[in-house]
């Protein structure tokens, strides 16, 4: 595979959803520009002859061979992006997808398993707040009649969103069939993180996930008057809030884990007065399940004393957790074996990880030079990404034969 071949099908999908000045992308589910993507991919998945099919939860699958037959081998990953993200995380895993079959065949490799290219949707959870919701609702991980409760930040939801979209929100749920006839699931991403710039390699394996959660703090106050309410009267939401961010980065560093407030909801937003309410979302990581429980309940241990203090109220929300993931079964050995590559953790989640809990399950990271992800730095050469569908290839190739 040449980085020129690479190249021609990367830019086909580039230019969609690239916003602004910086060049970042705003690809969220179910959004015309996110249907815009799921065109690209069928197309290109009906030009290579592959048999396209929307399963019941929106992913999408582009098969060759039969399939209904199991033992399938499955590689892909997602399209969406956080707003204002980079431009391989998640596409990376399926342009490779693609050109994975297409060496396959170049190679006169003949499957006696299917093999399927598949996308998964709303993995980033930037839309409606659950991350990897597709492969969630697919194995089971994700009540959908929660799910089809999900609104995004304009109040629109998910069942609305994907019945614009032609899909009928009564058949979300799990999939058991479909997960039944996976023999296995490989999906290479861009590494988020600079740990293979550092060792000069342009492809890793993964080891691990750290176990990750996310958590909605909502903070409760009374609003007032900015420039006639004395300041020993106040009971201001965003006092405790700015001390739960500051907390936030002082416990993560002690507890030598990862912890983020991203996000903030303010009401009523306004400059001349004093907050009523405010919603923080907190992302937690951790190398283990208990450091991260230790963390997020010092979190909110502290939020909880500064609201006393300032006469305010918080309740806390997780919204998502995940455990830690190990990629410990034979397809994660035999990419380690057989790709000779460095072999590392990642604190970032993946559909993978859902997936591994069913299915034998390996990552394989490209390197991304700046070590940027979830923005518009985020990298990787167009010869490192060929070394990828090359590495990619040999492992589905071993797999399906």
């Not at 809030?241 to 980065?249: K, M, P």
């Not at 953790?345 to 030079?369: C, E, Q, Y």
């Not at 940027?372 to 040999?394: F, M, N, R, W």
Request: with cysteine; aromatic share 6%.
């Amino acid at each position: 595979m040449s980085a020129e071949r690479f190249a021609a099908l990367w830019e086909s999908l580039s230019p969609v959803g690239r916003v602004g000045e910086d060049g970042g992308y705003v690809r969220h589910s179910w959004t015309d520009t996110d249907l815009v993507c799921r065109e690209w991919f069928i197309e290109e998945a009906l030009d290579r002859d592959l048999e396209v099919e929307i399963d019941r939860n929106g992913n999408l699958w582009a098969w060759w061979g039969e399939p209904e037959q199991e033992g399938a081998i499955v590689t892909g990953s997602h399209l969406d992006s956080v707003p204002h993200g980079g431009a391989y995380d998640g596409p990376l895993g399926v342009v490779s997808g693609l050109l994975a079959i297409d060496r396959l065949r170049e190679r006169g490799v003949k499957p006696v398993r299917p093999v399927a290219v598949a996308v998964f949707t709303e993995e980033e959870g930037a839309r409606f707040g659950v991350p990897c919701l597709g492969s969630r609702l697919m194995t089971g991980a994700f009540d959908p009649a929660k799910a089809l409760r999900l609104r995004d930040r304009e109040g629109a939801s998910l069942a609305d969103a994907i019945g614009r979209a032609g899909l009928d929100p009564d058949r979300l749920g799990p999939d058991p069939e479909r997960l039944a006839r996976i023999g296995a699931f490989v999906e290479l991403h861009v590494e988020q993180g600079r740990a293979l710039d550092h060792l000069n390699a342009p492809i890793g394996v993964a080891s691990a996930i750290w176990p990750h959660g996310r958590y909605r703090f909502d903070f409760t106050g009374e609003g007032n008057h900015a420039g006639t309410t004395r300041m020993s009267d106040r009971h201001d939401p965003m006092l405790t809030l700015a001390y739960t961010v500051l907390a936030t980065d002082e416990v993560a560093r002690i507890h030598g884990a990862h912890a983020t407030v991203g996000r903030v909801d303010v009401a009523p937003n306004a400059t001349n007065a004093i907050a009523a309410r405010a919603s923080a979302w907190l992302d937690a990581r951790a190398a283990d399940g208990e450091t991260l429980q230790k963390l997020v309940e010092s979190i909110h241990h502290r939020s909880e004393e500064r609201a006393r203090r300032d006469g305010t109220h918080v309740t806390m929300t997780a919204e998502s957790v995940t455990g830690e993931v190990g990629f410990a079964g034979d397809v994660s050995r035999l990419a380690a074996l057989e790709l000779q590559a460095p072999v590392l953790p990642t604190g970032a989640g993946h559909d993978a990880g859902v997936l591994s809990a069913h299915v034998d399950t390996a990552m394989l990271f490209v390197r991304n030079p700046t070590g940027i992800s979830h923005a518009p730095q985020e990298s990787a050469s167009d010869a490192d990404c060929a070394v990828g569908v090359e590495k990619l290839t040999d492992l589905l190739a071993r797999l399906c034969q």
